[in-house]
């Protein structure tokens, strides 16, 4: 493994996807600099890709709180230049819209909306300066249109496609790449699984039915590896079976 004078940093490193963008990177030699809530969950994480050869740090962190983000980029750039951010928080919920609460819809775009604003931002400070860097969001079929019992989720994901997208058309003559991902697909979780079982009443699931966070990771290095004479800004993705 080639180490690298560069670092991820990686906000909303969870069980899955996150964690797979984390092995994916830091087998590539990048430092990888991994915030979520509750970071001590990260323990596990951080040990594997130790014992890889890698390096992972792993950091609480609320994407809500803006000295919090600014503080966490600020460490991950101080460990070695920030090159890559990737804004990874979910906040996925059903509720009828007669159930969705104020504190409900408020809290979800803070977590699916406004801390993307705030990840982007404070990447864009540090990465402008040097001009080059990869800023990276995760967004949904819900970024797209809206569906029943999802007013809230999909009106903050629509807000952070359209922060993903100014920002591209700001930063990418500064040779900052800005790119939005629609995940569009379950993906093969713990919590997905014990869904559609209760959903379709099985168990099996048929090979490449949902998608493999370890593919999802392969696309994230694929497009920072994208030459900037043919960047890409939106990509969806999606197992090759799925209706849409």
Known sequence: MANRNATVALIGAGDYIGAAIARRFAAEGYSVFAGRRNGEKLEPLVAEIAAAGGTC????????????????L????????????????GANVNFPILETTERVFRKVWEMACYSGFLAGREA???MVPRGQGSIFFTGATASMRGGSGFAAFASAKFGLRAVAQSMARE??????????????SGVDTAFVRDLRKKRIGRDAIEPDELMNPASIAETYWQLHRQPRDAWTH???????????
């Not at 740090?57 to 966490?72: N, P, Q, Y």
């Not at 939106?234 to 849409?244: A, F, H, Q, S």
């Open 57 to 72: 740090i792993g950091r609480s962190l609320d994407a809500r709180k803006e000295d919090e983000v600014t503080a966490f």
């Open 171 to 184: 930063l990418g003559p500064k040779n900052i790449h800005v790119a939005h991902l629609v995940i569009d």
């Open 74 to 89: 600020a460490e991950a750039d101080a460990h070695a230049p920030l090159e890559v951010c990737i804004f990874n928080v």
């Open 124 to 126: 864009a400070r540090l």
């Open 234 to 244: 939106e990509l969806d993705i999606r197992p090759y079976g799925e209706r849409w």
